[in-house]
């Protein structure tokens, strides 16, 4: 089970001008967060999104909204992405870890194998960049 974030999709209100949120950019994928995991990121490079650093650039003046339609800012997205942890060990085999193309990550978390297809790198902290379609 996770929870996948995008920007919120914007218009303007045809009475007053002000920008009013309706509800999912689904282009603009941030990534996906699963219990247990490094928070997956989602690398974008014809957004010139690439790293974390340049998404919190680009979220700066947006609002982010998850699947379930809850909306945060920035400052409230970013433990999401940087302050994860897991309270147990990981107990996985290796047989399950080879699987499910995972390797041990920091603060007992699991991260995704770098493949150079799906997972083209591991952030410096709890977030992995991934591309493609996401699940």
Known sequence: MGTNYYVAKTINCPHCGDEII???DDSLHIGKSSGGWCF??????EERLHTW???KEFLKHK???DE?????????FRPVVEDREW???????????????AVPGPNNLVRHAIDGR???????GTWDLCVGEFC
Do not use: A
């Open 22 to 24: 309706v509800g999912r």
């Open 53 to 55: 650093e340049d998404w």
């Open 87 to 101: 309270g147990r060990r990981i107990t996985r085999s290796d047989e399950e870890m080879r699987r499910n193309h």
């Open 63 to 65: 609002v982010i909204v």
């Open 40 to 45: 997956t990121l989602h690398v974008i490079p």
């Open 118 to 124: 799906h997972c083209v790198g591991h952030g410096s």
């Open 68 to 76: 379930y339609g809850d909306e945060m800012t920035l400052n409230e």
